[in-house]
């Protein structure tokens, strides 16, 4: 798997969110429906979301994240960031199964949504108004173009990492704000769950954490 991938899916799934395939559909349209008024764009063709267990996510995360991670093991190590007893792929992978909840597979095309919940938390819908924005990207080309130029090049992934980060952050704070209510926007912004009991190396978070926040200077 071509590194720049590998990044993108890391980013891309820091965002987190729960819900029911059945219960919650309507509420998924109707955010569909708002991040397409907000964007002014609508699907070009049919997308899929599909739900799986933690336990799906932590298989699926591991089968991802392959070879080029030993690259960084070795480089990471070398530079003092890692101790030699180390396992980034094993660190990686604690640490995306913990705090990941959906995310959008560029290989498929479709969201993916780890379902332990009935009911979308406003978190979740903010989550599913961003990832639904790589959607669109991904169908109006924007994706395609530019990762085989990527692929060898991390700080020109990590950059357009940030470009495509950047408009889907942007729309999801404008679905927050004139879509939730200001109770669910409380809510969202009192909840530290994704904070606390993070013993994630503190580089490697600012690594997943620089797209975002670049997107939002």
Same mark, same amino acid.
């Given at each position: 798997?071509?590194?720049?991938?590998?990044?993108?899916?890391?980013?891309?799934?820091?965002?987190?969110?729960?819900?029911?395939?059945?219960?919650?559909?309507? &509420?998924?349209?109707?955010? =569909?429906?708002?991040?397409?008024?907000?964007?002014?764009?609508?699907?070009? =063709?049919?997308?899929?979301?599909?739900?799986?267990?933690?336990?799906?996510?932590?298989?699926?995360?591991?089968?991802?994240?392959?070879?080029?991670?030993?690259?960084?093991?070795?480089? =990471?190590?070398?530079?003092?960031?890692?101790?030699?007893?180390?396992?980034?792929?094993?660190?990686?992978?604690?640490?995306?199964?913990? !705090?990941?909840?959906?995310?959008?597979?560029?290989?498929?095309? &479709?969201?993916?949504?780890?379902?332990?919940?009935?009911?979308?938390?406003?978190?979740?819908?903010?989550?599913?108004?961003?990832? !639904?924005?790589?959607?669109?990207?991904?169908?109006?080309?924007?994706?395609?173009? =530019?990762?085989? &130029?990527?692929?060898?090049?991390?700080?020109?992934?990590?950059?357009?990492?940030?470009?495509?980060?950047?408009?889907?952050?942007?729309?999801?704070? !404008? !679905?927050?704000?004139?879509?939730?209510?200001?109770?669910?926007?409380?809510?969202?912004?009192?909840?530290?769950?994704?904070?606390?009991?993070?013993?994630?190396?503190?580089?490697?978070?600012?690594?997943?954490?620089?797209?975002?926040?670049?997107?939002?200077?």
């Amino acid at each position: 798997m071509q590194r720049c991938l590998i990044l993108f899916l890391i980013a891309l799934i820091i965002s987190s969110f729960s819900c029911s395939s059945e219960s919650n559909q309507d &509420e998924l349209d109707q955010i =569909y429906s708002a991040v397409n008024e907000i964007r002014g764009l609508e699907p070009l =063709y049919e997308f899929n979301h599909r739900f799986i267990t933690p336990n799906e996510l932590c298989q699926e995360l591991s089968v991802k994240q392959e070879e080029e991670i030993n690259i960084d093991q070795e480089i =990471y190590t070398l530079l003092g960031l890692l101790d030699e007893g180390d396992n980034l792929n094993s660190i990686l992978l604690a640490e995306n199964t913990q !705090y990941t909840t959906g995310f959008f597979d560029v290989s498929t095309g &479709e969201m993916v949504i780890v379902a332990d919940g009935a009911s979308m938390t406003p978190k979740q819908k903010a989550t599913v108004a961003h990832e !639904y924005t790589h959607i669109l990207q991904d169908q109006y080309g924007y994706l395609d173009s =530019y990762w085989p &130029e990527l692929a060898n090049n991390t700080d020109a992934c990590l950059a357009f990492d940030a470009l495509i980060e950047g408009e889907a952050t942007l729309v999801k704070h !404008y !679905y927050m704000d004139n879509y939730l209510s200001y109770e669910e926007l409380y809510s969202l912004y009192t909840d530290t769950t994704s904070e606390a009991g993070n013993s994630t190396p503190y580089f490697i978070q600012q690594i997943q954490q620089l797209p975002y926040e670049v997107a939002s200077i």
